[in-house]
């Protein structure tokens, strides 16, 4: 028999779900721009150095400050998400939902079509959703198009969706 979904309030990012993002984030010592057109990145994906600015190319850090930038990060994602999800969630769900957050941002996925379908109590169309997220760049390139060297975008977009989908079964 299945579990309910969970008030939103009640749930906390899991460990095996931050595993999975700092698997998919990777990790690097130096500031970097992952893709083409993106903002530099340090850490476990981080964008922002710890007192709010951005991350500028000529920055490092450590593993133990990479952890310590991304689960506050984190922390705040979830306080800014549990303001704008009505609905309940699978752990599972809530997983992908800020995982989503800490690639694109608590603004963008606050309005994102994922967010107005799981406030709706349409759980299927939001899995859906997750695959309109495979774009980067300006003007966006499509990274469901391997020449556009953002493939990887497209390919956790897609393992959004799917995951999205098991957690349903």
Sequence with gaps: MKHPRIAIGA???SASAFVGLALHEGYTDKAVIPVAGDR???GIGST???DGTPVQMGDKITPPQAIARSVAH????EGKLKQCVTAP???AEYDLLVDFAYQYGTTATCKSSMVTM???GRYAEACEAYGRYRFVGKPPR???VRANGCYGVYTRAMKRVQTC???QQ
Excluded: M, V
């Design 118 to 120: 799981i406030n709706q």
């Design 40 to 42: 530099p990145t340090i």
């Design 142 to 144: 499509d990274c469901s």
């Design 11 to 13: 749930l906390a990012f």
């Design 89 to 91: 969630l699978y752990q």
């Design 48 to 50: 922002f150095r710890d």
């Design 74 to 77: 984190i922390a705040k994602d």
């Design 165 to 167: 989908k098991d957690a």
